[in-house]
């Protein structure tokens, strides 16, 4: 294999496509070479290499250091000097270069080449001593701290007591006497601490810092990085040894950091900062305060394009070649060296979300990309960010606890711990934050009243996670780093700190993170260039998008985000409003048929109303009602001070009703007496749903209203019992017709949400009485992986991280398990039936990778939280347009 690529003299060996053997870094310089642009010459050591190193105890490929030696030579003929020539010093730097960006997370090293003989060599070369001293103290630290493992805060005391000493601000004002001194002194504290002495040749120089570069590759901040964005570890990195350039040379000497386009914004303007006579660690480590680089109202003569105007019209001229060439917008790197202005980097700019909709939508106006490629610019994921609140980038914070980002937005207020005290606060215009171990179905009143949730427990698909993310409030899930007590109204942090009821808090949902007081945050807004991507998204993919709505304002929201009907309401969360839960818990705790039936009386007409005003708000579009499914123990209250009123209410004694909550209480619910089995063994339960379902169908008809019901049962786990209840839902909804004598008779569907292994592998059987399937994925992922959703937050994050999982199969589909049950249902179910209906309703819904995989098995549609359902819209085209350009996964792919 090919193990260095050099560049350099207007010729690269590698290109702008090469990344993954050059790395993003590499491959940019490569490109940047063949186009003319002024790089200092250097070479690239592969990404193989660094593979090779990690597989074979830190040993390179045989022939490497040969092949080096000859790149090495090449850049010595193209610049005119010697690496460790005294006379005429070649200086490099050596840096990092991933395949994707990862900004400061490895390592670099300026300078290198000096020792006493050379940085002589560099004074005489350049007429200048001070600043030959300058490059010779930064390299002594820079490779103390990433090679040879002396913390660089130990040089730092020497130049601060030197400035100290000559009375003077800033680094480039220390005389040469005074570096020469710095030197000195590093030197020592790298024998002292090491041991051995720092190494004068600038052979060993150049292979410590290539070793250093690649095992920074594992460096904890690195690997942090790469979870967060899942940049697999197999890529490793590449290593460019490139001339040095010197922006620190005197006034006519600069070094910046620049943009194409704003990444804040996106707006099209040139933007950057930049430093005279310094070098490049100087603009980003904040010991001197950058400079605008282009001329505005604040500059006052400051700006480069003031102070250096033919380099800074030269770095125009390279940064619009340079976008117009890469077809997006250009993160860059320079320095000017005594008037001469040389690229170091050119990369795809970060930028947040709003810029990346703005910059895509506006280069397809330009005639740069074409909508396809516009819609692959934008992270579908990202989208959240635009759809609620977040924190003010320049805002300060303090960080007392982490947790999941379970629901993206921001949130400040005041701590509670119960939901009704949550509610009473908001009704007097107070903000607060719901605090609870784990959220129930109970405390819906108080979530919603709340401007965040945070959980101790959890994950996220948990109750909280679920529920904030279809109400579009922030959460925080699972964070373990607190403990809630209840009693006390505090929670302590992992130190012990406490923090009561009334503190001040905030909230990111997108980062899972808890800070102390308030922090700033930035109103979402909808752009036009927003809506303008959207519609194109609609224009390109296949599957449908709906929503997972409980409420008519959460049927408003999703069709106000493009959502094409409801994939799921869930009827369970209409029982929890005050004036309906006593007769749902009366229901309950009924001894007998009569007791529950009285009590479902009471709650017909209420659920009946829900229905009304759902199916107004969806005219013309699909809504799907799930029947009961969670265990009926989760209605009743836990506090016997609300049992013995109920009693009282019911006419019953105390004690009679203790024990009925006694005997319905489950030692595995999830696994228990829920969803269909509710429905064969308490038929009246389910009559009074449907009941309600078809009376709500019958008063929107007739109001001119296009309603669209598909009734789906849950957790059926064989043919007979959706036999059953298809049976029982299809008489009392022609009961209902009949009565009302409607013509034509509404068009009904009845399916059901296929959650349970045994359902996947008898869908043949199921689908005989099934109109549609609706794979349930949290549940599917419970059962097929053998996991509480709510309990294994203790332990997956160690399984993802040690490689037992690749992600978290509650937040990502895992394609190899719970999607091969999916694939098994789809293929028996189609069997049976043909033309059947298949969507996904759970959390996976809209979640990219999982919405991919949805489209690869071909189903019609997917349905998420009504605030998700942008990010589905772009993902779903995203899919079909990676399919269309042969770029799509195979159905198993876990990538």
């Known amino acids: 294999m090919k193990n260095v690529y050099a560049f350099g003299g ?13 790395g993003g870094k590499g491959a940019g310089l490569a490109e940047m070479t063949n186009l003319g642009i002024p790089v200092p010459p250097g070479f690239t050591i592969s990404t193989e290499v660094c593979t090779h190193f990690f597989q074979n105890g830190s040993r390179y490929p045989d022939g490497l250091k040969e092949d080096v030696q000859k790149a090495l030579a090449r850049v010595e003929e193209l610049v005119g000097t010697r690496f460790g020539d005294p006379a005429n010093p070649l200086l490099v730097s050596v840096r990092s270069g991933a395949r994707a960006s ?10 290198l080449g000096l020792n006493d003989r050379t940085c002589a060599g560099l004074a005489r070369a350049t007429g200048d001593e001070r600043f030959a001293f300058d490059a010779f103290r930064r390299f002594v630290s820079m490779y103390a701290d990433v090679v040879l493992g002396v913390k660089r805060h130990r040089f730092e005391e020497l130049l601060t007591a030197a400035k100290k000493k000559a009375a003077v601000k800033y680094d480039h004002q220390v005389p040469a006497e005074a570096l020469r001194e710095i030197v000195d002194g590093s030197r020592k504290i790298v024998q ?70 704003d990444p804040g914004s996106g707006e099209r303007k040139f933007f950057g900062e930049y430093l005279q006579n310094a070098q490049g660690e100087d603009v980003v480590a904040g010991i001197r305060t950058p400079l605008a680089i282009t001329k505005g109202p604040d500059t006052a003569g400051e700006s480069m394009q003031e102070r250096m105007p033919d380099a800074y019209g030269a770095l125009r001229e390279v940064e619009a070649r340079l976008e117009t060439h890469f077809k997006d917008m250009q ?43 516009a819609i692959l610019r934008v992270d579908a994921t990202s989208i959240d960010q635009l759809l609620h609140p977040t924190l003010d980038p320049k805002a300060k914070k303090e960080v007392i606890a982490r947790g999941l980002p379970a629901s993206p937005g921001a949130a400040s207020g005041r701590v509670v711990f119960t939901p009704d005290e949550a509610e009473r606060l908001a009704q007097r215009g107070q903000a607060v934050i719901l605090v609870r171990t784990e959220t129930t179905p109970e405390d819906i009143h108080g979530m919603k009243a709340a401007r965040g949730i945070l959980t101790a427990r959890g994950g996220m698909t948990s109750h909280a996670a679920v529920v904030a993310r279809g109400m579009g409030k922030c959460c925080v899930a699972g964070c373990s780093d607190i403990t809630v007590d ?218 001119g209203v296009d309603v669209i019901p598909e009734i789906m049962i849950p957790l059926v786990a064989t043919a007979e019992e959706l036999r059953r209840m298809r049976e029982l839902t299809v008489r009392i909804v022609e009961e209902v017709f009949a009565a009302a004598k409607v013509s034509p008779p509404p068009k009904y569907t009845v399916g059901t949400m296929i959650e349970l292994p045994r359902a996947c592998v008898r869908a043949d059987q199921i689908a005989v009485y099934a109109d549609f399937f609706s794979f349930g994925t949290n549940d599917l992922t419970q059962t097929g992986f053998g996991l509480s959703r709510d309990d294994a937050g203790k332990f997956l994050p160690a399984y993802v991280e040690m490689g037992v999982l690749p992600k978290d199969p509650f937040v990502a589909l895992d394609r190899e398990g719970v999607g091969a049950l999916m694939e098994i249902a789809i293929e028996r179910a189609k069997k ?45 085209a995203q899919a079909a347009i990676r399919e269309k350009r042969g770029e799509l996964g195979g159905v198993h792919s876990t990538a």
């Open 331 to 373: 993160d860059m790197e320079f320095t000017v060296q005594r008037g001469k202005l040389w690229l170091l980097q050119t990369r795809t700019g970060k930028r947040t979300a709003r810029a990346a909709v703005r910059i895509a939508v506006e280069m397809v106006q330009e005639g740069m990309i074409d909508k396809e490629t």
């Open 192 to 261: 002292e601490q090491t041991g051995k002495p720092f190494p004068e040749d600038p052979h060993d120089q150049l292979w410590g810092a290539v070793g250093a570069v690649f095992e920074s590759w594992n460096n904890e901040r690195a690997i942090t990085y790469r979870k967060m964005y899942e940049i697999p570890d197999s890529w490793g990195t590449a290593v460019n040894v490139q001339a040095m350039v010197f922006g620190n040379l005197g006034d006519t000497s600069a070094t910046g950091v620049c943009f194409s386009r």
């Open 832 to 876: 049976t039936r043909p033309d059947i209906k298949l969507g996904i309703c759970g959390e996976h819904g809209g979640e990219p990778s999982s919405i991919e995989f949805c489209h690869s098995l071909g189903l019609s549609y997917v349905s998420c939280s009504p605030f998700r359902v942008p990010v589905a819209r772009i993902a779903a």
């Open 10 to 22: 207007g010729k690269a060996d590698g290109s702008k496509d090469r990344k993954d053997l050059l």
């Open 102 to 111: 990862m900004p400061g997370m490895m390592d670099t090293i300026l300078n």
């Open 486 to 703: 209840y009693v006390k109204e505090v929670f302590f942090d992992i130190q012990g700190k406490e923090y009561r009821k009334g503190d001040l808090i905030t909230l990111d949902g997108s980062a899972g993170e808890v800070m102390l007081g308030e922090v700033q945050t930035i109103p979402a807004t909808m752009t036009d260039e927003f809506e303008t991507l959207m519609t194109w998204a609609d224009g390109c993919r296949r599957l449908g998008v709906r929503a997972n709505a409980d409420t008519p304002l959460d049927a408003r929201t999703a069709r106000e985000f493009g959502a094409q009907g409801i994939g799921l309401c869930r009827t369970e969360h209409m029982f929890f409003e005050t004036e309906r839960i006593s007769a749902v818990r009366e229901m309950i705790l009924s001894s007998d048929e009569a007791g529950r039936r009285a009590a479902l009386a009471k709650i017909q007409p209420m659920q009946r109303e829900d229905f009304v005003a759902i199916f107004r708000e969806m005219n013309g579009l699909p809504v799907t009602i799930r029947l009961l499914d969670p265990p009926l123990h989760e209605f009743l209250p836990e506090r016997d001070e609300e049992l013995k009123g109920l009693a009282v209410g019911m006419g019953v004694t105390f004690e009679t009703l203790r024990r009925r909550r006694e005997a319905l209480r489950e030692f595995n619910p999830m696994l228990g007496h829920r969803g269909c089995r509710l429905g064969v063994t308490y038929p009246e339960i389910y009559e009074v749903q449907i009941r309600a379902i078809a009376e709500a169908v019958v008063r929107v008809q007739q109001e």
